[in-house]
């Protein structure tokens, strides 16, 4: 029967309500969510990736219960490239919380350490809380295994700040105010340690979600060592108590040898031979079957110091035996362990050399990729202006010859009719002359358009800076364009300071600056209307401002103003020819000076160009 994505979610939530003690149930339960998944990719609702990460996550956790830590690290791996798929931070957090226990457990405290930070610092990022103590109390744990002391006490007490600041994060607190216990205890504090046992059995059962016998065992021992044998008696019948309660076998193990070791203290009062046995018999016995040979070695060593007491020497001759033999199987087991849990660490510190190698060679291929896309970019760019410049070269030289041929035919016509009629008509001689002279001005300063367009294009335009009056450069400007004016009818208004405006600037670039916009002006005006030029003094700038009564300039003309071969909307009023080089000319001739220049207008009431030059040197 296929089940649906309720029952897929049902599978795993009942997987992670399966209790620690029970990792084969949540392993097979995992397992069989992954196996509907996998048989029908659709079954999630569009959830899949999630629903097969969250499996990984649950197998992951069994397997690192059970001491499958390679199987335990493959699964975490999986979980934790799916959760980085669909960019879940907080499985992403897990996965590493995980990776970090079991690397502890490895001994590979450089790497659970390294772990357990990544799940903090992403925890951190997501503002996940439960998250950010369980990466601390992980962080806890490793630090207490390199006996850091300090810094696991550190962790351990921000865990537990966190853990008070809302009721649902509360149950977190007891095995945080363990783990303070056992740190103390290792350093010999013992006050300090009970403390805080106690502060954990203190709370609710409804909080504490697991049962206390491993709390009362810890107490137990601690009240042994300091000669307390009573209260370390009734701590240990209250451990045992819980342990067969909640079938923890290794704590049912470990409260019978401690009991045991309690009854044969001759400083205990209530010494009693036959309980020890008693205890230590059934110890050993569970010991075997779950294959405990730590505890197994314990408990055959007291059982040789209880027959030899009692001078059962044949016993005790057997149970000292059998205690090398637990020694030495716990020896062999842990070397064995070691031997395998390093061949693990180094695998999967092989494995990730080498997916490291391989990475950065992806990323240096990438970027040289990148490096060589940019270049083709590059040189698509150069080519696309390259041809760019030699269209405009050809539509600039098109316009040079356009423009010089024009003035050099009147000037051509009018000088031989001069020549055939001079003897005849000197009133029309002198007319002629005075339009070969407007036709030659208008050929130079087409001569010097193409001039500065040539200096700029090669970067060899330069400025003279020194002390120069704008207010006589614009006069002399302004009589070079009597003529042109007069013939439209135009009059030019102008509005100077009387003591001068001096500043410190170019005066050919100057000059030029108000040439082209004097010429543009008058080109654009009406007949018989008023170009108004202005020169504002100030403290750091002086600004010129050339204003005309033309058309005006549209919003979309404004933006194309100032760049080369521009044609606005608005036609010359006397049918003067425009190349579309000037105000680009102006530009370019202010930004050299270190000034700025821009337009006003609206259309139907003229334009006003307005210029701002420095009255300071300007340093490049």
């Not at 505890?295 to 060593?301: S, T, V």
Request: aromatic share 6%; with cysteine.
């Amino acid at each position: 029967m296929t089940i649906d994505y309720q029952g897929v979610r049902q599978i795993l939530t009942a997987a992670e309500m399966t209790p620690a003690t029970k990792p084969e149930e949540t392993l097979k339960l995992a397992k069989d969510a992954e196996q509907q998944i996998r048989e029908h990719p659709d079954i999630g609702g569009g959830n899949e990736m999630e629903f097969l990460a969250k499996s990984m996550i649950l197998q992951a956790g069994a397997h690192r219960i059970m001491g499958n830590h390679r199987q335990a690290l493959d699964k975490c791996e999986l979980a934790l490239e799916l959760y980085e798929k669909v960019n879940d931070m907080s499985g992403m957090a897990t996965s590493y919380v995980i990776k970090g226990a079991i690397y502890s457990v490895l001994g590979n405290n450089p790497r659970a350490l390294e772990m357990c930070q990544e799940a903090l610092q992403l925890n951190r990022e997501i503002g996940d809380v439960i998250g950010q103590i369980k990466a601390l109390n992980n962080l806890g744990i490793v630090y207490r295994d390199i006996e850091q002391a300090d810094r696991a006490i550190e962790c351990f007490e921000e865990a537990y700040d966190l853990s008070q600041r809302d009721e649902a994060h509360a149950w977190s607190a007891y095995h945080i105010l363990n783990n303070l216990g056992l740190v103390y205890r290792d350093l010999e504090d013992y006050d300090t340690a009970l403390d805080y046992f106690q502060q954990s059995l203190d709370l609710p059962e409804e909080i504490r979600r697991t049962g206390p016998a491993a709390t009362y065992c810890h107490i137990g021992e601690i009240k042994k060592l300091l000669g307390k044998h009573a209260e370390a008696r009734s701590f240990f019948l209250q451990a045992l108590d819980h342990a067969e309660k909640e079938q923890f076998h290794e704590y049912i193990i470990t409260v019978l040898v401690n009991l045991g070791e309690l009854y044969l203290l001759p400083e205990y009062a209530e010494k009693s031979l036959e309980r020890a046995k008693t205890h230590l018999l059934k110890a050993r016995e569970m010991a075997q079957e779950s294959n405990f040979q730590r505890l197994l070695a314990r408990a055959n060593q007291n059982l040789a110091l209880l027959y030899e007491e009692s001078e059962d020497y044949k016993n005790a001759l057997t149970y000292y035996k059998a205690f090398h033999q637990s020694e030495e199987a716990t020896h062999n087991e842990d070397t064995s362990r070691r031997i395998a849990d390093l061949q693990i660490s180094y695998d999967l510190d092989k494995s990730l050399q080498e997916q490291k190698v391989v990475e950065t060679r992806n990323r240096e291929l990438s970027a040289l990729n990148s490096q060589i896309e940019e270049q083709r970019r590059d040189l698509s760019r150069v080519n696309e202006k390259l041809q760019r410049l030699i269209t405009e070269k050809n539509e600039f030289l098109g316009i040079a010859a356009h423009d010089l041929k024009s003035p050099l035919a009147v000037i051509s016509g009018y000088a031989q009719v001069v020549q055939d009629e001079a003897d005849r008509d000197p009133d029309m001689v002198k007319e002629y002359a005075s339009v070969i002279e407007i036709t030659a001005t208008r050929l130079g300063l087409l001569v010097l358009n193409l001039l500065d367009i040539d200096a700029i294009e090669s970067g060899a335009l330069e400025s003279n800076l020194k002390q120069i009056d704008l207010t006589l450069v614009a006069e002399a400007v302004l009589r070079e364009f009597k003529d042109q004016a007069g013939k439209k009818n135009i009059k030019m208004d102008n509005d100077f300071p009387e003591a001068g405006a001096p500043l410190m600037g170019d005066f050919l670039s100057v000059e030029q600056i108000l040439r082209n916009l004097i010429s543009n002006a008058l080109k654009f005006s009406p007949l018989g209307s008023t170009i108004h030029i202005k020169i504002v003094p100030g403290g750091q700038t002086t600004q010129v401002i050339v204003k005309d009564n033309g058309p005006g300039i549209s919003e979309s003309d404004q933006r194309n103003l100032f760049q080369r071969f521009s044609r606005l909307s608005a036609r010359p009023t006397g049918d003067e020819h425009s190349s579309g080089l000037g105000l680009y000319i102006v530009k370019q001739r202010v930004k050299a000076l270190g000034g700025k220049v821009w337009c006003e207008s609206q259309i139907g009431k003229g334009a006003a160009f307005i210029v701002e030059l420095n009255n300071r040197p300007h340093h490049r």
